[in-house]
């Protein structure tokens, strides 16, 4: 699909309608941030799950001006920053999920979850930089996504869900609960950007799955708080 582009004072933009839909997406995650910062003390899971919606705001924030200037930025720069700020949101979410489990077991997933987030943000800039450069420009989509994707498809597969079902099922958790019930709902923005199913050029697939993922991340909002106020209950 080719990007739409728009002139503003001199100005090539490029996709003025997904950088709107990453300011929305932005503005909810840094909305729900404020939210769960006041549901509890710091270094506790309200601070983790807290930093996982100042990062996932901040990231859009980002790459939604990499979409629009692109005609400007070599080697997707803002892309790279933005996933990589991503990559600390999933390490928060992954901390604060760890903290329903034993001291013992939570350091050894510390460990896991710290390797994955350092050589997922490593192989985001060698393969940027090094690997698939797209000098054209002139169609949706960014190179590497696809390596964002498998790394974040990791991050929640294997961590994330077994995590929030084994608290679910041993303790019928509803926090985990509609954790699950969010990450079920995300795979459907995987769908959207392998079919690359859009509506029409000004409403791509992009914009679609920034709908979705707002959706998704108030059902991990709900989620969170409902650990959040449990954990601090039994502190």
Partial sequence: MEKIAVEIMGLHLYEPVTYLSDLILAGFSIFWFTRLRKEGDQDTM????????????????IS?????????IHHNYFHVIGWSLAAFGTYNF???????????????????????????ILFYFA??????????????????????????????????VPMNYVKFTKEKDAG????????????????LHSKKFSLSPHINYNVLAHIVLIICYYMYFLGMRKKIRGYEETD
């Fill in 46 to 61: 309200s601070n983790s799950f807290s930093r996982y919606f100042l990062f996932m705001g901040i990231g859009p924030f």
């Fill in 64 to 72: 939604g001006h990499a979409h629009l200037f692109d005609h400007y």
């Fill in 94 to 120: 992954q901390k604060g999920c760890a903290m329903d489990f034993s001291v013992d077991l939570k350091n050894r997933i510390n460990w896991i979850i710290k390797a994955l987030l350092v050589s997922s």
């Fill in 127 to 160: 393969y940027q930089f090094l690997v698939d450069v797209d000098t054209e420009k002139t169609t949706v989509g960014v190179p590497g996504f696809m390596a964002v994707s498998i790394f974040t498809a990791v991050g929640y597969l294997a961590f994330l």
């Fill in 176 to 191: 985990s609960g509609l954790i699950l019930l969010g990450i079920v709902m995300t795979a459907g923005t995987l769908v």
